[in-house]
């Protein structure tokens, strides 16, 4: 057996042992050996071909059918998650991720918008939370989201095997928080969580995350309105009439794009990329957000009051393209601070292309709503899999190269020539090893 087999044999056995049945334990290593193997496809008929040939039948039955709770496992995956990046400094990262399909049969299909193909397509939407710490990324969950079209059609997502709880229309944000209190509740470490303007553009989102005690930071559309942040509540005096029973904000509120003008921005570095240091100008101020309960505010007719005091980012990328956030971050963080963590949101969409392209994330055939999960929950644990292999051997490596350079100390150190050793890099997953 090959060194990685043996790795992975031995990762494995935690996740195993929660299947139950010897065979659903056979069949999981194999699973997730064919996707980590070569291969251009990763759906079960060519990996079966490659590693069982007469167990094609077994390894269908174990995604597709078998009678097992996925449940044990994704706490598993949570844990392993933890133990390889989770800390007070490591992000949970919200975003989804489409699975271009053909025909309307699999589960959540339809013509819906695609973010890695910037368009409306005919795909299956997974809400995915990515748990990352030093540009390290690992998918912790992946949720279909299903549309309109499927939440109004009660046959049609019997026939996919939708379990009854999930039936209701949920949105994205939704989805999103109930994942989020699933891995809080598995003790999943993190400090901030990260979601770009389709989840940001929520005040339930938002509010959903502040009521949890999280620190966050979103995208926002350029519209979003804000407040000043030093903002009044004042009782005009009515004119005529009776006196006013509701307090209303003593200026109006504005769009992001709007209060920014006139600010100072500047070049902020957040981190080294393929061609040099990654730097655009930024601008912030704090602000309160225009969320609040909705009222009526002098002849403007109903308008959002003041919400919570957050700061309002925006950011000035090279091509003259501009983008909005909102942080709860603390009201001390210098702009760094802010860009850094705003533009940490980029390594889920490197893990969701990683796991695409090597893993077969999008290749899995069923149609179903159970087999459709399975093998996304595969998918992750062999990616997770491959981030601690990743790790450890850059780990292993750094030790050796801390050996020599100690024994040198201690050769000259009855000379009182003390060499440092070069501080350890961080170590990132460029590509996944076929």
């Given at each position: 057996m090959a060194e990685l087999?043996?790795?992975?044999?031995?990762?494995?056995?935690?996740?195993?042992e929660k299947l139950g049945h010897k065979k659903r334990r056979q069949m999981c290593p194999v699973y997730v050996s064919g996707l980590i193997g070569p291969g251009d496809r990763k759906s079960i008929e060519p990996m079966a071909e490659r590693l069982a040939p007469d167990r094609y039948d077994r390894l269908h039955h174990f995604i597709s059918d078998g009678i097992w709770d996925a449940g044990p496992l994704e706490a598993e995956l949570a844990v392993q998650a933890d133990k390889i990046v989770g800390a007070s400094d490591a992000f949970l990262v919200i975003d989804d991720t489409g699975l271009p399909k053909k025909g309307d049969h699999s589960v959540g299909v339809a013509p819906q918008y695609a973010s890695m193909l910037g368009k409306r397509a005919n795909c299956q939407t997974l809400v995915s939370l990515t748990l990352a710490r030093d540009e390290v990324p690992v998918?912790?969950?992946?949720r279909l989201f299903l549309p309109e079209s499927w939440t109004s059609d009660q046959d049609r997502m019997t026939k996919a095997g939708v379990p009854e709880e999930m039936r209701r229309s949920r949105t994205k944000p939704e989805i999103a928080l109930d994942e989020?209190?699933?891995?809080?509740?598995?003790?999943?470490?993190?400090?901030?969580?990260?979601?770009?303007?389709?989840?940001?553009?929520?005040?339930a989102f938002r509010q959903?995350?502040?009521?949890r005690n999280l620190t966050w930071a979103v995208g926002i559309p350029k519209h979003q309105k804000v407040y000043p942040h030093d903002v009044a509540l004042i009782f005009p005096v009515a004119s005529h009439g009776?006196?006013?029973?509701?307090?209303?904000?003593?200026t109006l509120s504005t769009a992001a794009e709007t209060i920014l003008e006139g600010?100072?921005?500047?070049?902020?570095?957040?981190?080294?990329?393929?061609?040099?240091?990654?730097?655009?100008?930024?601008?912030?101020?704090r602000i309160r957000i225009a969320d609040g309960n909705p009222q009526r505010i002098l002849d403007k007719g109903q308008q959002h009051m003041p919400g919570e005091e957050a700061w309002l980012v925006g950011e000035w990328r090279s091509n003259d393209e501009r983008k909005y956030y909102l942080s709860n971050l603390?009201?001390?963080?210098?702009?760094?601070?802010?860009?850094?963590?705003?533009?940490a949101r980029w390594v889920c969409e490197q893990a969701h292309q990683q796991m695409k392209e090597e893993l077969g994330l999008?290749?899995?055939?069923?149609?179903?709503?159970?087999?459709?999960?399975?093998?996304?929950?595969?998918?992750?644990?062999?990616?997770?899999?491959?981030?601690?292999?990743?790790?450890h051997k850059a780990k292993r490596e750094k030790k050796e190269e801390a050996r020599p350079a100690q024994a040198d100390t201690a050769d000259h150190s009855t000379h009182g020539d003390r060499r440092a050793v070069a501080a350890p890099t961080t170590t990132t997953m460029s590509t996944l090893p076929n």
């Open positions: 087999d043996i790795a992975l044999a031995d990762w494995l056995k935690p996740f195993v998918p912790v969950g992946l989020i209190d699933r891995l809080i509740a598995a003790g999943v470490r993190f400090g901030t969580v990260l979601a770009d303007a389709g989840y940001g553009l929520s005040a959903g995350l502040s009521a009776r006196p006013r029973k509701h307090s209303i904000p003593d600010t100072t921005w500047k070049k902020v570095s957040w981190r080294h990329g393929t061609k040099g240091r990654l730097t655009a100008r930024f601008a912030a101020l603390p009201a001390e963080a210098t702009l760094q601070a802010l860009a850094a963590a705003i533009k999008d290749h899995f055939e069923g149609r179903s709503w159970q087999g459709l999960h399975r093998h996304a929950l595969m998918t992750m644990i062999a990616y997770a899999f491959l981030q601690h292999q990743r790790l």
